[in-house]
């Protein structure tokens, strides 16, 4: 098998497509169905005819929460903290951007008249990220105190400051569980028309959870892949989403993955054999796929670890020129961009 260099997944995107805002409709994104050797161009609302009954969709449940608080140092310094997870009690693990790291115990006077204390590094003493205790005047819970003052953690390449309609279109319609700092795009494209012609098709729903981290957008700096470390996410899988992949397969359905922090969960699960916990795998060609067949996804970043998923999912050679295809036609990327719709490649398949 063709070894693979980050240079691999390089590539040159004009900068006019990259979304800073959502379609006026969630529906009215466009679809590139990539599951045949040919492109087709398709609205997203098309979807549910291009599956079949008993077939199953698989979403990422998690909410996007307000995660980016902005303070100053006793000093007057000014800082951001990125909420990346809530621990027990007041406590939080986040990003700090700040021109001085101030030492353990500093209180950070937080916008919004509430108070962080630095208890140290996470996860150890030279963890890359902070600890911290979070207290509110009425003894507010983290999330509470994010929901009242914090911000939406937009990506990094949309350049506007958050907005009202940001804090709605940067979630998805079922949104269930907060912890995540990033949304799990592809699953923005999906409103409540689409779900209910999903539903009158026969094609069945399942959900498993997976708080999307910071590290999502986090570069890949070595040539050599095997060099890179990946970050880690929390995970869970329920009973029931386990009891829908099992009576799918028995009939013979396909299990359609919306997104790849949905196939990161379902292949942590199938490799480990466990419902929850924290994953930090990393897809890349040569993967052997165990649960997916059908891939829901945006369109990546060049050099990202997202895009040695899907060309790990459904072949280098098509999903480079699928990309192709998509600059051409002025297909819009990445988080608030459209989607593409992928078939699994056989050479990829469990063995």
């Known amino acids: 098998m063709r070894s693979y260099t980050l240079s691999d997944f390089d590539f040159t995107l004009p900068p006019e497509l990259v979304a800073q805002h959502p379609a006026p409709e969630r529906s009215a994104s466009r679809l590139l169905d990539g599951r045949g050797p040919t492109p087709i161009d398709r609205i997203f609302r098309t979807l549910p005819a291009l599956l079949q009954a008993g077939d199953l969709l698989v979403f990422n449940d998690t909410q996007v929460v307000k995660a980016r608080l902005f303070g100053e140092k006793p000093s007057g310094g ?67 105190l994010m929901a009242a003052h914090g911000h939406v953690p937009l990506p990094p390449y949309i350049t506007h400051s958050d907005t ?36 009158a098709r026969g094609v069945g729903r399942a959900s498993v959870t997976l708080h999307v981290g910071a590290g999502t957008f986090q570069p890949v700096k070595t040539e050599d892949l095997d ?3 990946m970050h880690s996410e929390w995970y869970a899988i329920p009973p029931e989403t386990l009891a829908a992949l099992e009576r799918t397969r028995a ?32 897809i890349r060609p040569g993967h052997r796929f165990q649960v997916v067949d059908l891939l829901l996804t945006n369109f990546h970043l060049p050099k990202s670890t997202l895009m040695m998923l899907v060309s790990a999912f459904a072949g280098y050679e098509h999903i480079m020129g699928l990309y192709r295809h998509a600059i051409r036609e002025g ?21």
Request: charged share 20%; glycine share 10%; no cysteine.
């Open 164 to 199: 009202a309609e940001d804090a709605q279109r940067y979630q998805t319609v079922f949104a269930r569980a907060p912890g995540a700092v990033a949304a799990p795009t592809a699953a923005l494209h999906f409103d409540e028309g689409v779900l209910a012609a999903l539903e």
């Open 78 to 144: 000014k800082l951001e903290l990125l909420v990346e997870r809530v621990l027990l009690g007041q406590e939080v693990v986040a990003h700090m951007k700040v021109s001085k790291k101030p030492p353990p115990g500093t209180v950070l006077q937080m916008a919004g008249g509430f108070s962080a204390q630095l208890l140290g590094r996470w996860p150890d003493a030279d963890g890359p990220l902070f600890r911290l205790a979070l207290h509110g005047p009425a003894g507010e819970t983290p999330h509470q």
């Open 251 to 282: 009939r013979g359905g396909r299990i359609l993955a919306v997104g790849t922090t949905t196939v990161r969960t379902l292949e942590s699960w199938a490799q480990s054999g466990q419902t929850e916990g924290d994953t930090s795998i990393f």
């Open 331 to 351: 297909y819009r990327f990445f988080s608030y961009g459209d989607a593409m719709l992928l078939a699994r490649d056989d050479d990829h398949a469990a063995i």
């Open 227 to 229: 060099a890179h470390r």
